[in-house]
Nanobody, 122 residues
Framework: QVQLVESGGGLVQPGGSLRLSCAAS????????MGWYRQAAGKQRELVAR???????NYADSVKGRFTISRDSAKNTVYLQMNSLKPEDTAVYYC????????????????WGQGTQVTVSS
């Protein structure tokens, strides 16, 4: 079984910064793309940022220039550095990973973390 454990959420004032971490553990062959999603109250879950195994990344337009995604493949960990936070960034942030069980790419399965609350408020 694979587990994704997030950390780093909390309460921050507008303009502040937070860094989220997500570590994967368990038995698997490798982790492919990893990403962060968020879900604000009453809204659908949306992609924030995603990074491939090779290091290519993409971002939601609303966070470009403020958020940076990175990963440490040796530690099976993905990070989200969030700067210049705005009240509209308030949401539960979820880690996501495409985990491949063996050498066959068709064994990839999508896993989710439990979520971490980020609240931006004065």
């Amino acid at each position: 079984q694979v587990q994704l454990v997030e950390s780093g959420g909390g309460l921050v004032q507008p303009g502040g910064s937070l860094r989220l971490s997500c570590a994967a553990s368990g038995s698997f062959f490798r982790i492919n793309a990893m990403g962060w999603y968020r879900q604000a109250a009453g809204k659908q879950r949306e992609l924030v940022a995603r990074i491939t195994r090779g290091g290519s990344s993409n971002y939601a337009d609303s966070v470009k220039g403020r958020f940076t995604i990175s990963r440490d493949s040796a530690k099976n960990t993905v990070y989200l550095q969030m700067n210049s936070l705005k009240p509209e960034d308030t949401a539960v942030y979820y880690c996501n990973a495409g985990v491949q069980r063996n050498w066959n790419p068709e064994t990839e399965y999508n896993y989710w973390g439990q979520g971490t609350q980020v609240t931006v408020s004065s």
